[in-house]
């Protein structure tokens, strides 16, 4: 087993600064074009709305995701968090770790099961958490992703 640093984290997990920008990049680019599309040649007034408010929509993902994307996952003793300190998941509520091919879990990354029900939240890129599940990938390192799976499995005895 390993020994945790200064700050009692395990594991560390970041996104992959190539992944981040390319990710960004994308968002970026349809939000402009979403924008600039109705913009240049003018559709029917519903459709400039539509065009328009999805535009504004993917520029506001981007953002997001440019922020959430700054933030790592940390894993203690006791839990898996970000360093901000919210908590995804207490390591008492965790029931299993998915990581196989064919499971429901975020590029790059892993699938916590939970015990009990959390309240649905959202990272772009980084985390997401709905019901008993939290997905834990995206933009981020797939060893570093790999690496903190393990280290949650064998912390379960599995």
């Known amino acids: 087993m390993f020994e945790p640093d200064e ?9 992959s600064q190539g992944r981040r920008l390319l ?5 970026l680019c349809l939000g402009g074009l979403l924008i600039y599309t109705p913009l240049a040649q003018p559709p029917a007034l519903i ?10 929509a993917v520029l506001t993902l981007a953002e997001r995701l440019r922020r959430a994307t700054r933030l790592s996952i940390e894993l203690t003793e006791t839990e898996l968090r970000d360093n901000t300190g919210t908590t995804l998941a207490v ?12 499971a429901l879990k975020p590029s790059n990354g892993f699938t916590l099961i939970l015990k009990n ?10 985390w997401w958490r709905l019901g008993r599940r939290v997905g834990v990938g995206g933009v981020t390192s797939a060893g ?13 005895g599995r």
Do not use: S, T
Request: aromatic fraction near 12%; avoid cysteine.
């Open 23 to 27: 990710a960004y990049g994308v968002l």
């Open 91 to 102: 390591m008492e509520d965790i029931k299993g770790v998915e990581r196989g091919v064919f």
């Open 7 to 15: 700050h009692g984290v395990y594991a560390r997990v970041q996104a």
């Open 117 to 126: 029900k959390k309240p649905r939240a959202w990272a772009p890129g980084l």
């Open 144 to 156: 570093q992703a790999k690496f903190m799976a393990e280290q949650i499995a064998f912390r379960l």
């Open 47 to 56: 459709w400039l709305v539509l065009m328009l408010g999805l535009g504004v």
